[in-house]
């Protein structure tokens, strides 16, 4: 009887291996995707293209042709050389090849030049061959930044004692209520993609205490931007035995540091491929919300027009103000009016036209939306009350106020809006695999 026992190791080398180890003068195999050929007539330069970057590989005068001459774009490849130090090739080495396998050949040519360091199409262009686009290795890049965030707030969160969660992505009724639902029928009754987790995450802060998750969101909203996706991933997390608002602040704030110095440390290749400056989060003042009105129609001598709610245009100018007079690249907002915010925020109790709730701007957009919530039964439903809303559907969510919770908040971040922040990009479709918008399905 045979069986499998788990990982063995390969004879195959992997860019990473090579760099780590001293593989200068030594046969090696490797393997990879034809990223580009140069020919130069007597040499010839075989770009691969790997999980790791590019290998510079060169075919010689007097190598066995006859196997190499096959070689082309797009193809996948395992190959067999000697390693020599070569200092303007990627990473300093290159592999002078003794003989090729050729593992898949393409039916087609590549329909888009994605050797260039940039590529040469619009952004439509773009997303309409995302799987070919994305294997240029500054697109690709981009997503290594998007997997570091995800994997900093995962480990971060782990560490802090939160649990993971995966809640469902479709309901009965929306955590947040209004109009921008995509509805559905489920087995003939109807049914709303999530807009957030709020519900499920507040139900589990009774049972673990803090609770975070990864996951897609779904919003309706007709807007076509550069800022908004009607499918995003949302970092969340939601943590109980608060003082106050603040507390959340402070764990984001932690979280941020813990991300920053993960991209500076395992994703330094992605920075400085894509030319990142990476964000100030040292520490990150704290304004009111009207304090902040008054700041930027003042300095930027601006009418007030939206008095509930944060314009784009004053989100960039407050963007500027606190980093021309501080340096920060990230400011929160703080006590929204009640008016603009769901009904689970908490009220300040000092003037209840506003909230114990807070955006996060980065760079002059809003990343991060959180807050204190209202974990006492009485007061969350009058306030549902207050706003005209009706309980049915929110039954089961309500039912566990019923029998206590704990003080409690939480935030949402906006995964694509962050990585496009962090990434220097001005469309968030740049940072997004798949966008999803009011004109684009597919692919």
Partial sequence: MEFVTGLEDRKVKTLEELEREESVGTEVTVEGMVHSIRDMGEISFVI????????????????????????????????????????RAPHGIEIHLANARILSKPEEPMP?????????????????????????????????????????????????????????????????????????????????LAQSPQFYKQMMVGVFDRVF?????????????????????????????????????????AMLQYVVELLKKDYAKEVTLLKIELPNV??????????????????????????????????????????????????????????????YAMDDPENKEFTLSFDLLFRGLEITTGGQRIHDYETLLKKIAEK??????????????????PPHGGLGIGLERLTMKMIGEDNVREACLFPRDMTRLKP
């Fill in 282 to 343: 040292e520490k990150i003042p704290f304004v009111r919300f009207d304090e902040a009105k008054r700041l930027i129609a003042e300095k930027y001598d601006r009418q007030i027009r939206s008095p509930h709610d944060l314009e784009p245009e004053e989100e960039a100018l407050i963007g500027e103000y606190f980093k021309s007079e501080y340096g920060a690249d990230f400011v929160f907002v703080t006590h929204y009016p009640s008016k603009k915010r769901p009904f």
């Fill in 48 to 87: 691969l293209r790997s999980r790791d970057g590019l290998l510079q590989t060169v075919i010689q005068a007097g190598s066995e042709k006859e196997v190499l001459s096959e070689i082309r774009e797009g193809q996948a490849v395992r190959v067999t050389g000697t390693v020599f130090k070569e200092e």
């Fill in 388 to 405: 005209g809303m009706d309980i049915e559907g929110m039954e089961d969510y309500l039912d566990c106020f019923k029998y206590g919770m």
């Fill in 112 to 192: 888009i030049a994605i050797d260039k360091w940039k590529l040469p199409t619009s952004l439509e262009a773009n997303l309409n061959r995302r799987a070919i686009a994305l294997r240029n290795v500054r697109e690709r890049a981009k997503f290594r930044i998007q997997e570091g965030i995800c994997r900093g707030f995962r480990e971060f969160m782990t560490s802090q004692g939160f649990t993971e969660i995966h809640t469902p992505k479709i309901g009965a009724k929306s955590a947040e209520g209004g109009a921008n639902l995509f509805k559905l029928q489920y087995f003939h009754r109807p049914a709303v």
């Fill in 213 to 253: 998750e990864t996951g897609p969101v779904f919003r309706a909203e007709k807007h076509n931007t550069k800022r908004h996706l009607n499918e995003y991933t949302s970092l969340d997390f939601e943590m109980g035995f608060i003082d106050s608002f603040m507390d959340i602040c402070k764990m984001e704030t």
